[in-house]
């Protein structure tokens, strides 16, 4: 079930590496569950908070302007797209 998840990711984002979290309650935090492709330590995400946070929470997808520097530091400047 995860292979075809990662698979589905890859072919519908275009990328090799991709993550999935998980919303924790308590912490109101997203939390890396299933990364892809990659081997970085990821810290929680609280809800709301950053382009992976507001994807989330406001159920926009997010897609980055590779022509305007990053949008903020560590995961997300990395990032090219949040899906909710």
């Given at each position: ?10 072919n ?45 929470t ?22 090219r797209?949040?899906?909710?």
């Amino acid at each position: 079930m995860i292979d075809t998840i990662k698979e589905i990711i890859a072919n519908l984002v275009g990328s090799e590496e991709a993550g999935l979290f998980e919303l924790d309650p308590g912490s109101r935090c997203w939390s890396w569950w299933l990364p892809s492709g990659s081997s970085r330590c990821v810290s929680p995400v609280p809800l709301g908070s950053g382009l992976i946070g507001r994807a989330a929470t406001t159920g926009e997808i997010f897609v980055a302007d590779p022509a305007q520097p990053p949008a903020g530091p560590g995961l997300e400047a990395a990032s090219r797209r949040a899906f909710p």
